[in-house]
């Protein structure tokens, strides 16, 4: 049971969720567990109850390694440009041909490794030399060469990379005699040139084509239109955007993410936030918290619970007494009620207590249930036996006094569980189940009381496949 005054008011006892060791407290770390405990005591107090809790929509992007290969693939040549010619310190004319296999790209933490197998061919002549040389377009030199892209945010949402030459290493040397010159030394540089370099630049430049700024706002309209359900639509109300570092997972360049929303299950039909994505935002690389929560106002009227109750205090009166009337009312987080009796035990008795919350099955009850100040001051002068009826009176009344919830709570169940599975916006799919729930706040006002619950749990938006 969850008391609901305690729990609007900030009184009464509150669990401790964070403990720390004696040792870990001694001395020059009791500084530190203080900071601690101050910031998470105002953290969790900034959230008022009527207010809608902060909460995340993960978003997840796999960008296949496939694509960014096919734009390395078209801007890069495979024969380097052509033949290159190159005289020597030493009078000779060197000829370097050559041609790269397919690229193979490989994701390693946050950085992409690209690597290629260079077949090439060296010949020299000259000085009286006839042609020279090792390898041929049939039988090739072999190299392998590579380079490495570390993956990052840019300040508009975007990726950027910085790429670094691992190097060339040759399978064998090259030196003819004559003329006794290492041709593989002196054509290094050059086929570094030509196939190397422009692998580096190219590796630079292919975080660009990864269109995570396209998604991310795509991701933000989609929430900012809402999302249509069975019984009304989900408004999701997004903040704003954190962003994960860049990584890679298997064969893909993983972008992941959270957008901070407040979402509340709204009635009628939908119709969306004018919120904008904040694209003059600089990109936030932050920890974000990983469940989604939505606020559910749910109200109820008091003439089911009145009739509960009468039939219940009706049922156990002893003969000769009669049950004339039974008022309940709400007030804030508590509930008032009045039961007329004539007959032997005549008068009027009035009640308060407490509404709490109970969840299985959902449901409000009187929690603390007493006699007030003036019915308690008149039961003092009947008789015994007529106060041990009214005492019996009162906690059949404080079993009875109950305001169901179950059949509006099982509907939120029902869009916000299993079935959260909704397309939104162009090419995009929310995936989630928020089984778990909690009491935000209960109000009453008269013969109606609601309740304010959070259903919580894991969300993430992707871009729709038809087959997972």
Same mark, same amino acid.
């Given at each position: ?222 929430? +900012?239109?809402? #999302?249509? @359900? %069975?019984?009304?639509? $989900?408004?999701? &109300?997004?903040? =704003? ?108 008795? +009035?009640?308060? #207590?407490? @509404? %709490?919350?109970?969840? $299985?099955?959902? &449901?409000?009850? =009187? ?102």
């Amino acid at each position: 049971m969850i008391d609901a005054h305690c729990a609007a008011n900030g009184t009464g006892p509150t669990p401790s969720r964070f403990r720390f060791r004696r040792t870990l407290c001694s001395s020059r770390w009791s500084t530190l567990c203080l900071f601690l405990a101050i910031t998470i005591g105002t953290g969790v107090a900034r959230t008022q109850a009527n207010e809608t809790p902060q909460s995340w929509v993960r978003f997840e992007l796999d960008v296949p390694l496939a694509l960014l290969n096919e734009v390395l693939e078209h801007r890069l040549p495979r024969d380097g440009g052509g033949t290159r010619h190159v005289t020597l310190a030493e009078g000779f004319d060197l000829e370097i041909g050559g041609e790269r296999d397919p690229f193979r790209l490989a994701g390693r933490r946050d950085s992409l490794v690209v690597r290629t197998r260079l077949r090439h061919w060296l010949d020299v002549q000259g000085k009286g030399l006839q042609r020279v040389g090792c390898g041929s377009v049939g039988a090739p030199l072999t190299a392998e060469l590579a380079c490495t892209a570390r993956f990052g945010w840019n300040d508009a949402w975007g990726l950027e990379a910085i790429a670094s030459a691992q190097g060339m290493v040759f399978a064998r040397r090259c030196k003819p005699d004559p003329p006794r010159i290492n041709l593989t030394k002196r054509a290094g540089p050059v086929l570094e040139e030509m196939f190397l370099d422009p692998v580096v630049v190219a590796a630079t430049d292919v975080a660009a084509s990864v269109q995570s700024r396209e998604f991310i706002a795509a991701v933000w309209d989609a929430l +900012a239109g809402g #999302a249509l @359900l %069975a019984d009304g639509w $989900l408004d999701f &109300a997004p903040e =704003a955007v954190f962003v994960d570092p860049v990584s890679f997972s298997g064969s893909a360049v993983a972008i992941r993410g959270a957008i901070q929303v407040r979402p509340e299950l709204r009635a009628g039909p939908a119709k969306g936030t004018a919120t904008s994505f904040p694209a003059g935002t600089p990109t936030r690389v932050r920890l974000s918290g990983r469940d989604l929560g939505v606020a559910v106002q749910i109200e109820a009227g008091l003439a089911n619970a009145r009739d509960r109750l009468h039939a219940a205090v009706d049922s156990a009166l002893a003969i000769g007494t009669q049950l004339e009337k039974v008022t309940l009312r709400a007030s804030e987080q508590a509930l008032e009620i009045g039961i007329d009796l004539a007959g032997d035990l005549a008068g009027s008795f +009035a009640m308060t #207590a407490a @509404l %709490a919350y109970e969840d $299985l099955p959902p &449901a409000l009850v =009187a929690w603390n249930l007493a006699w007030t100040e003036t019915t308690r001051t008149a039961i003092a002068r009947l008789e015994p036996a007529q106060q041990e009826r009214l005492a019996a009176l009162l906690t059949i009344v404080g079993r009875a006094a109950r305001i169901d919830f179950e059949e509006p709570v099982a509907r939120a169940n029902r869009d916000l569980g299993a079935n959260l599975r909704r397309r939104l916006g162009d090419g995009l799919v929310l995936d989630g189940a928020l089984h778990a729930r909690r009491l935000l706040a209960i109000q009453g006002t008269g013969d109606h009381v609601s309740v304010r619950l959070v259903f919580s749990g894991p969300a993430v938006i992707r871009p729709f496949a038809a087959k997972p």
